[in-house]
C-alpha cells in the first residue's frame, strides 16, 4: 500500500517528520467556568517534561483568562490579566487540563 502525507529530512537527509508525537497522559485538572486557581503535581521520568492542553468542557465563556505555569513536575493556575494573551494563558471556561509527560 503507498503512503500517504508529507516527508521530510534536515539537510544531512535524516528523516525528521514522524507524524503523531508519542506522549503518555497522566492525568487531568477539572476547572469550573472563572475559576484562576489549581495544581497539578506529578513524578517525571528522567529527561522528560510536563506539558499541557486545555479542552473546553460547557458552552459557556468565562469573563477573564488564567495563567497556567509547569515548574518541573507541578503545574500551577493562576489569574491572568484579561488582556494578556501571551503563552500559557488561557480563557477561564469551565475546561479540563489535560496534563501530559513528554521527552526534554
Known amino acids: 500500500m503507498a503512503e500517504y502525507g508529507v516527508q521530510t529530512w534536515d539537510a544531512s537527509g535524516k528523516v525528521n517528520n514522524y507524524g503523531i508525537k508519542p ?33 473546553m ?16 513536575g507541578t503545574a500551577t493556575v493562576t489569574s491572568a490579566g484579561d488582556t494578556d494573551f501571551s503563552a500559557g494563558t488561557e480563557p477561564a471556561v469551565a475546561a479540563f487540563l489535560i496534563f501530559q509527560i513528554e521527552r526534554a
Open 23 to 55: 506522549v503518555s497522559v497522566c492525568g487531568y485538572l477539572q476547572l469550573a467556568v472563572n475559576q484562576k486557581t489549581g495544581s497539578f503535581s506529578v513524578v517525571l521520568p528522567p529527561g522528560c517534561k510536563l506539558t499541557y492542553f486545555q479542552v
Open 57 to 72: 468542557n460547557d458552552d459557556k465563556w468565562g469573563t477573564g483568562r488564567r495563567k497556567i505555569t509547569i515548574s518541573g
